[in-house]
T-cell receptor, first 113, second 116 residues
Framework: GESVGLHLPTLSVQEGDNSIINCAYS??????FIWYKQESGKGPQFIID?????DKRQGQRVTVLLNKTVKHLSLQIAATQPGDSAVYFC????????????FGKGTTLSVSS | GAGVSQSPRYKVAKRGQDVALRCDPI?????LFWYQQALGQGPEFLTY????????KSGLPSDRFFAERPEGSVSTLKIQRTQQEDSAVYLC??????????????FGPGTRLTVL
């Protein structure tokens, strides 16, 4: 089975499959987490966020899970489409004025028809 | 509505040249961040402005990097005497409020700087 926290630099799926992208964050003090999608030649685009007082949040076709015990974040994409192909980054933030996002390693998602 | 815009989108400089990269944040956004993204990596923080005040510049890699936001809107990132290791995409992001987490940072398309 899949190891919790296993980060894969690339993920290839078939159209219609569900995708799961994992991320390990670094700072126990982080209390806000965001997933970004970045297409080639573009800036990161917000997908979904979650605060540390939650362990799950759902959006349209996407779900973010937060496990603070092991400092792990995951993004689930339902019914993956070719337009979902991009690099996905998780980012963490601390609830202080002006704090910058700390980005994790990206995962390149490739969706084939 | 208009998002964050950056110019130029692409910049090629010879080593030793000075460059200036511009960011137009979303109108009314208080916070502005600059990030550097090396090829294949995630963005890394450079500097932060709240209105016209540069409150954090801890991510600037050297004193060759300088940023300003004199009127609290448009910001310019200047790199003096560019080096090959400065080659990267420079991203600007703005956020509506000044403090606290939980409100989204909106990113521009970036400026890809190539130093020859």
């Amino acid at each position: 089975g899949e190891s919790v926290g296993l980060h894969l630099p690339t993920l290839s799926v078939q159209e219609g499959d569900n995708s799961i992208i994992n991320c390990a964050y670094s700072n126990s003090a982080s209390d806000y987490f965001i997933w970004y999608k970045q297409e080639s030649g573009k800036g990161p685009q917000f997908i979904i966020d979650i605060r540390s007082n939650m362990d799950k949040r759902q959006g349209q076709r996407v779900t973010v899970l937060l496990n603070k015990t092991v400092k792990h974040l995951s993004l689930q994409i339902a019914a993956t489409q070719p337009g979902d192909s991009a690099v996905y980054f998780c980012a963490e933030n601390i609830n202080q004025a002006g704090t910058a996002l700390i980005f994790g390693k990206g995962t390149t998602l490739s969706v084939s028809s | 509505g208009a998002g964050v815009s950056q110019s130029p989108r692409y910049k090629v400089a010879k080593r030793g040249q000075d460059v200036a990269l511009r960011c137009d944040p979303i109108s009314g956004h208080v916070s502005l961040f600059w990030y550097q993204q090396a090829l294949g990596q995630g963005p890394e923080f450079l500097t932060y402005f709240q209105n016209e005040a540069q409150l954090d510049k801890s991510g600037l890699p050297s004193d060759r990097f300088f940023a300003e936001r004199p009127e609290g809107s448009v910001s310019t990132l200047k790199i003096q005497r560019t080096q090959q290791e400065d080659s990267a995409v420079y991203l600007c992001a703005s956020r509506r409020h000044g403090g606290g987490a939980g409100n989204e940072q909106f990113f521009g398309p970036g400026t890809r700087l190539t130093v020859l």
